[in-house]
């Protein structure tokens, strides 16, 4: 992980411009400097496992019955494995499980402040990959990499204006987050949600509101520029809060959804329909 820069004979500052890494870093600090807002970010790293046949075709291989079950774990001592590779580098895992649907599997890593944890991120990734590969399978985190499988901040006053800033933007920040038609499989109701709202513990929303300044951003999956994404929702947030956007979106709860007083801001459904948008 390192940062990349230019510097012009007869200029006296260096820039930085092309260099993602260091848009984060740069936001993260106006964050600390500007606002003196404490962030942290925490990922989730959903995978299949698959194994390539003689025809050179993929298949899935997995005898778990998916629905976040404890039994029936098939290539479970491979991701315990990937666990403890992943917490000998330093980089903390707040739990590991099967997911919702057969053959997949998660491991979720502890929040820490915006640049370490998408360089951890990243390490934790290549070491999932790299460990299934010795083994002879690949780790997949393709957003769908089976056609007949589902798809793979601390409190503060601000926190409104900083949510207000992130949902205005949404639609436009779904560019780093959602790179490829692929990832759009998971833009639908009931799933990441196509329209722009939040809801308190609501898993079919683009924004999941888990408690007070812990929020959870669903409409991304792992092809994402993660430095440029992350700089993304960031950036919009300080930008709520500098111009003390209003909160015009309601909860819309999981229990009691207020789906007709939001406001109709749609999401891409394809990477077609948010390059045609622009």
Known sequence: MSFIYESIVGRPKVSFDACPRRSLFSAAQRAADE????????????????KIRSDDTIMLLASNIGRYAAVGMSFF?????????ILATGIGVLGFHVEGTRGQYEISLDPQPPLEAVDGYILAKDIIKDIFARHGYIATMFP???LDRPANVQPTEKDEELLAGV??????ICAPMLPYDHSYCRMRKREAGDEVRWGTESRDMPVRKIRQGHWEIRCSDATANVYLAVTSILSSGLLGIQVQEPLTWVDCKRDKAEFSQNSSLMLPQTLQNYLTSC
């Open 35 to 50: 606002h003196n807002l404490s962030i942290l970010v925490g990922f989730e790293i959903e995978f299949m496992i698959a």
């Open 77 to 85: 001592d491979y991701v315990e494995e990937c666990v403890e590779r």
């Open 144 to 146: 769908k990499p089976f």
């Open 167 to 172: 949902l205005k933007r949404l639609p436009a």
